[in-house]
């Protein structure tokens, strides 16, 4: 058994005007982690949720809060974010190829798990050496979507990347996130992912457990037969 499966709904396809509740739910029917999208509509054209609102949910939640920041300046995040009781903050390379390795830092001392992500666009040597370095990122996030919207439909020759980080990283956390639900999740788990961020498919189904239970089936067989 290598790497753990790890489902974690996309809170931005729930009801926002009843998060805590959403939230609960998505636990009940079996959620790994919750999935925080955080835009600042400057590195995405979306405006979504800051620190406030994870700080709000913290409340009523123990959950690891999986929070992806698709933001100009990261850094600026992560004291309030760490304030707010984040769980992993996860970070764009194309806005810190100068300062990760104090991006790294800081999350850590904030009792933070960092990740990095990556758009479609991006190749995936850029991460290399953030899972390398001395003070490593411990997830990669591979964007199957322009990240910015939710509802996105999910695009295969993002796929290549994911395999080439498991072969070169068989322990790492790789997580997908677009477009991902039961007509896509082979692809994304036979490509290597083994944390699945899943929108609209899981809050839009008409039984939200059925598909959470579907897509771990689907990492776990995978984990299984290699």
Known sequence: MG??????????????????SEAQRMLDCGADWLHMDIMD???VPNLTIGAPVIESLRKHTKAYLD??????????YV??????????????VEVSRDNWGELV??????????????????PIEEVYPLVEGENPVEMVL?????????????????MDKVRALRKKYPSLDIEVDGGLGPSTIDMAASAGANCIVAGSSVFGAPDSA???SLMRKSVEEVQKNN
């Open 105 to 122: 830092q800081r999350i850590k001392s904030k009792g933070m798990r960092p990740g990095v992500s990556l758009k479609p666009g991006t």
């Open 67 to 76: 929070c992806h920041l698709m933001v100009t300046n990261p850094l600026d």
């Open 41 to 43: 509509g400057h590195f």
């Open 79 to 92: 004291e309030p974010l760490g304030k707010a009781g984040a769980s992993g903050f996860t970070f764009h």
């Open 210 to 212: 059925q598909v959470i």
């Open 142 to 158: 591979v964007m199957t979507v322009e990240p910015g919207f939710g509802g996105q439909k999910f695009m295969p020759e993002t």
């Open 3 to 20: 790497v753990a499966a790890k489902i974690a709904p996309s809170m931005l396809s729930s009801d926002f005007a009843n998060l805590a």
